[in-house]
T-cell receptor, first 113, second 113 residues
Framework: DQQVKQNSPSLSVQEGRISILNCDYT??????FLWYKKYPAEGPTFLIS?????DKNEDGRFTVFLNKSAKHLSLHIVPSQPGDSAVYFC????????????FGTGTRLTVIP | EAGVTQSPTHLIKTRGQQATLRCSPI?????VYWYQQALGLGLQFLLW???????NRGNFPPRFSGRQFPNYSSELNVNALELEDSALYLC????????????FGQGTRLTVV
C-alpha cells in the first residue's frame, strides 16, 4: 500500500525553466514532508522540508508547496540547472512520533542544457 | 564530520545464504533506519532503531532483522536469501527528537544469485 505517490516517473525540463515535481499522499496523519535528491551510486540527500502547519517553504531555488485539503505537495525548482538532474523522492512522516519516513517511488528529473 | 557510512558497498550471495550489512551513523545521532530500494521501486522502510531498541518495523518478513550496538552503529541481517532480496539497502541516521531530516549513507548493493 503506497501511501506516498509520485505518479510521474520522469520529467524533462529546459535549463533555466521551472521544474515542478508532484507528490500525493493518502494518510491524513502525515504531518511533516520532505524532499530528497538522489544521484546514481549515492544515498539520497535532504533537500527541503515542510511542516503541515505551513503551506509553503522556500530555500533558494527550491520551494515546496503543501495543499493539505488535496493531500498534495509539489517541489518547484527555479531556475532549473543541469546539476539538478537526479531522482527526486518525496517523503512523509506520521504524527505518532514514529520517525520512519514513507517514500514515494521517485521522479527522475533531466534538465536539458 | 563523517557522514553515514555503510559496508560493504557491494555484496553477492547465493540463494539461501545469510547477508550482514553494516551502518555507522553520524556522530550524535541515536536513530538508525534501514530502507530497501528494489529495482523500479521507491524506498521501502525496513527497520528503525533508537537507543539500542527496535522502535518500528516495516512490512517485511521476520528473516529481515537487525540490531543496534551501544555505539549506535547497526547491522541488518537477511536470512534465507531469496532472489527478490536483490536491492540497494540504504541506512539513514537522525537525532531522535524533533523534526530533523535523516541523512543517508551511500547504500549496499546486495545481489542474490
Amino acid at each position: 500500500d503506497q501511501q506516498v505517490k509520485q505518479n510521474s516517473p520522469s520529467l524533462s525540463v529546459q535549463e533555466g525553466r521551472i521544474s515542478i515535481l508532484n507528490c500525493d499522499y493518502t494518510n491524513s496523519m502525515f504531518d511533516y514532508f520532505l524532499w530528497y535528491k538522489k544521484y546514481p551510486a549515492e544515498g539520497p540527500t535532504f533537500l527541503i522540508s515542510i511542516s503541515s502547519i505551513k503551506d509553503k517553504n522556500e530555500d533558494g531555488r527550491f520551494t515546496v508547496f503543501l495543499n493539505k485539503s488535496a493531500k498534495h505537495l509539489s517541489l518547484h525548482i527555479v531556475p532549473s540547472q543541469p546539476g539538478d538532474s537526479a531522482v527526486y523522492f518525496c517523503a512523509a512522516t506520521l504524527r505518532t512520533g514514529a520517525n520512519n519516513l514513507f517514500f514515494g517511488t521517485g521522479t527522475r528529473l533531466t534538465v536539458i542544457p | 564530520e563523517a557522514g553515514v557510512t555503510q559496508s560493504p558497498t557491494h555484496l553477492i550471495k547465493t540463494r539461501g545464504q545469510q547477508a550482514t550489512l553494516r551502518c555507522s551513523p553520524i556522530s550524535g545521532h541515536t536513530s538508525v533506519y534501514w530502507y530497501q530500494q528494489a529495482l523500479g521501486l521507491g524506498l521501502q522502510f525496513l527497520l528503525w532503531y533508537d537507543e539500542g531498541e527496535e522502535r518500528n518495523r516495516g512490512n517485511f518478513p521476520p528473516r529481515f532483522s537487525g540490531r543496534q550496538f551501544p555505539n549506535y552503529s547497526s547491522e541488518l541481517n537477511v536470512n534465507a536469501l531469496e532472489l527478490e532480496d536483490s536491492a540497494l539497502y540504504l541506512c539513514a541516521s537522525s537525532f531522535r527528537t524533533g523534526r530533523t531530516e535523516a541523512f543517508f549513507g551511500q547504500g549496499t548493493r546486495l545481489t542474490v544469485v
